[in-house]
C-alpha cells in the first residue's frame, strides 16, 4: 500500500470568513476540539523561521491521524527581501 503524503491547502483571497470556514472543516477531521487544539499550529510568516515551519510539519500526530499547521502571510519575508534589494543595480 502506498504511504499517503502531505495534503497542502493554499487560501488566498480576501473573504476571510470563508477562509476561516474552510479551515475549521479540516480542523474538524482532526477529532474533538481538545484533540484538535493539540494537533494544531498557527505560525504567521512575518514573524516565524524557516526552522520553526520545519519543526511544525514534522512533529507527529498526538492521537489524530494528522496535524494541522496554519502558515499565515506565507511571502511576508519575499517582499521584505524585495524591498530591501537596490534596483538600481537591474
Known amino acids: 500500500m502506498a504511504e ?3 495534503e497542502i491547502y ?4 480576501n ?3 470563508a477562509i476561516n470556514e474552510s479551515i475549521n472543516k479540516l480542523r474538524s477531521r482532526l477529532g474533538e476540539v481538545t484533540i484538535a487544539d493539540m494537533n494544531t499550529t ?3 510568516g512575518r514573524s516565524s523561521s524557516l ?17 494541522l499547521v496554519i502558515f499565515t502571510y506565507p511571502t511576508a519575508r519575499l517582499r521584505e527581501s524585495r524591498s530591501r534589494m537596490n534596483l538600481s543595480t537591474f
Open 4 to 6: 499517503e503524503g502531505p
Open 42 to 44: 498557527r505560525l504567521d
Open 15 to 17: 473573504d476571510e470568513f
Open 10 to 13: 493554499i487560501f488566498d483571497g
Open 51 to 67: 526552522s520553526q515551519l520545519r519543526d511544525a510539519t514534522a512533529a507527529v500526530p498526538f492521537l489524530a491521524p494528522k496535524r
